[in-house]
Nanobody
């Protein structure tokens, strides 16, 4: 399965972006899909997940501002990001898990996209 992110870019503080992750296969079969971000020089950190049944989890840093969703018919994962701040500037990855059933904001996923850069100016 290939995952391809898009939708990143430069936005002003307080603005919004919607990231999209297009999968080459059927995402309904994944136990978990997620968005993970990586700050320069830092480890990757899980920020949002969505399970097969639609249950979502969020990192405290994005809770109330970001929303993860998916369209199984189109095989697309989304991340709506609102009220962005410069502290959200990072490389954002889409990830998916087809083996381990646990779905939470972790970073050891089976499949990964190449990442899309989000830069928030002050």
């Amino acid at each position: 399965v290939q995952l391809v992110e898009s939708g990143g870019g430069l936005v002003e503080s307080g603005g919004s972006l919607r990231l999209t992750c297009a999968a080459s296969g059927n995402i309904a079969g994944f136990y978990c899909m997620a968005w993970v971000r990586q700050f320069p020089g830092k480890e990757r950190a899980g920020i949002a997940t969505i399970a097969t049944d639609g249950t979502t989890t969020y990192a405290d840093s994005v809770k109330g501002r970001f929303a993860i969703s998916k369209d199984n018919a189109k095989n697309i994962l989304y991340l709506q990001m609102n009220n962005l701040s410069p502290e959200d500037t990072a490389l954002y990855y889409c990830a998916a898990e087809g083996i381990l059933p646990e779905c939470y904001t972790r970073t050891d996923f089976e499949f990964w996209g190449q990442g899309t850069q989000v830069t928030v100016s002050s």
